[in-house]
């Protein structure tokens, strides 16, 4: 059981919107900052996308958003392309040198 | 260009032991925190252990601790990770991975397979 809760599908057609959810905890996404966002396609290692709750690497195109209320946090594709297709992982910093991750949300693009 | 590329997971039998190694190119592993991760089959992320810039601490998960060993061999610009007492559940995809910020892995390996199955 991964300590970040995600939903294990979502789905948008091209050019659509979809947002993601991320929910922790009072002792992780609640309490820091240090919220990252990781695409994986199958058989490749993970890419960044989102760092630092809402900052976006150099190359990630501004389609990709992240964001925090609270303990949830989320990331939002816009603009729905085909390559975006994968699967997404939330991470977050949780004190003493620790971090947490969720299970991961697929997404497919319809 | 920078690169990480990730060695020495094999098949192995529980109890057995392995040595992951990470060339680094591009970048000098010293100047940076550097951590381990794995991805189990069909499973999500995990860290295993990540080790400081100075060298002088390391971290572990508690899956792993008692049992596994981060190092680095600065000669080589190398990350190592020896694993001893393998387990069934240590079967997974071994990435190594730069920490930019915290909790931030900003270039990641292509990863190394570990399986350990008799």
């Known amino acids: 059981q991964s300590a970040l809760t995600q939903p294990p599908s979502a789905s948008g057609s091209p050019g659509q919107s979809v947002t993601i959810s991320c929910t922790g905890t009072s002792s992780d996404v609640g309490t820091y900052n240090y919220v990252s966002w990781y695409q994986q396609h199958p058989g490749k290692a993970p890419k960044l996308m989102i760092y630092?709750?809402?900052k976006r690497p150099s190359g990630v195109p501004d389609r990709f958003s992240g964001s925090k209320s609270g303990n949830t946090a989320s990331l939002t594709v816009s603009g729905l392309q085909a390559e975006d297709e994968a699967n997404y992982y939330c991470s977050s910093y949780a004190g003493n040198y620790n971090v947490v991750f969720g299970g991961g949300t697929k997404l497919t693009v319809l | 260009q920078v690169q990480l590329v990730e060695s020495g997971g094999d098949l192995v039998q529980p109890g057995g032991s392995l040595r992951l190694s990470c060339a680094a190119s591009g970048l000098t592993l010293s100047d940076h925190y550097m951590i381990w991760m794995r991805q189990a089959p069909g499973k999500g992320l995990e860290w295993v252990s990540y080790?400081?810039?100075?060298?002088?601490?390391?971290y572990y998960a508690d899956s792993v601790k008692g049992r596994f060993t981060i190092s680095r061999d600065i000669a080589k610009n190398s990350l190592i990770l020896q694993m001893n007492s393998l387990r069934a559940d240590d079967t997974a995809v071994y990435y190594c991975?730069?920490?930019?910020?915290?909790?931030?892995?900003?270039?990641w390996g292509q990863g190394t397979m570990v399986t350990v199955s008799s």
């Open positions: 080790i400081v810039k100075s060298g002088s601490n390391m």
């Open positions: 630092e709750v809402s």
């Open positions: 991975a730069r920490v930019m910020t915290t909790a931030t892995l900003d270039i």
